[in-house]
């Protein structure tokens, strides 16, 4: 049965470690979406991931060029933002799946643009506003996903799961 988690992340450091422990977790050929409002610390969360595996300098959001291309040593990372895409099919314009392969660990955030057209996600993780910081719900949609849920080291963070 896939599962999920939820987390309450205080401030910006904890979003760029969370995204640290995600990391850890995934592995190349692993899709990720993450949805939320703008401000949520979706691109945050990505920093950290990409900071953690040695992508040094600013990790800007991919809102214009809608997705930026990280060829690392171990796997590379595709960072997909689809807030600006106005049509789902404009993904096959991205050469969307081409970026789909085993070496590629993909971040797609706004995943709700394109609606119908994205498919092999592994994990969903969504994030929102909270009076004590963001709320972080990951949902496992594949075994991958479940156990990329399983491995994260949340040790640090508050685990809310059990308020759902």
């Known amino acids: 049965m896939l599962g999920s988690k939820s987390l309450l992340i205080r401030d910006e450091a904890e979003m760029r470690a969370l995204g640290a422990s995600l990391i850890a977790s995934a592995g190349a050929g692993t899709v990720i979406t993450l949805q939320g409002e703008l401000g949520t610390g979706k691109t945050t969360l990505v920093r950290g991931a990409l900071h953690d595996c040695g992508v040094s300098g600013g990790v800007r959001s991919p809102t214009y060029t809608l997705v930026e291309f990280y060829p690392l040593q171990e796997m590379s990372i595709a960072h997909f933002d689809l ?54 719900e990951f949902q496992a949609k594949t075994s991958i996903g479940q156990e990329i849920i399983d491995r994260l080291d949340t040790g640090q963070f508050q685990d809310t799961s059990s308020n759902f």
């Open 83 to 136: 807030y600006r895409l106005s049509d789902p099919e404009e993904l096959e314009y991205l050469g969307y799946r081409d970026y789909l392969n085993p070496e590629t660990l993909c971040f797609i955030e706004w995943p709700e643009q394109a609606q119908g057209y994205l498919q092999g996600v592994d994990l969903e993780i969504r994030l929102a506003y909270d009076s004590a910081g963001r709320r972080v």
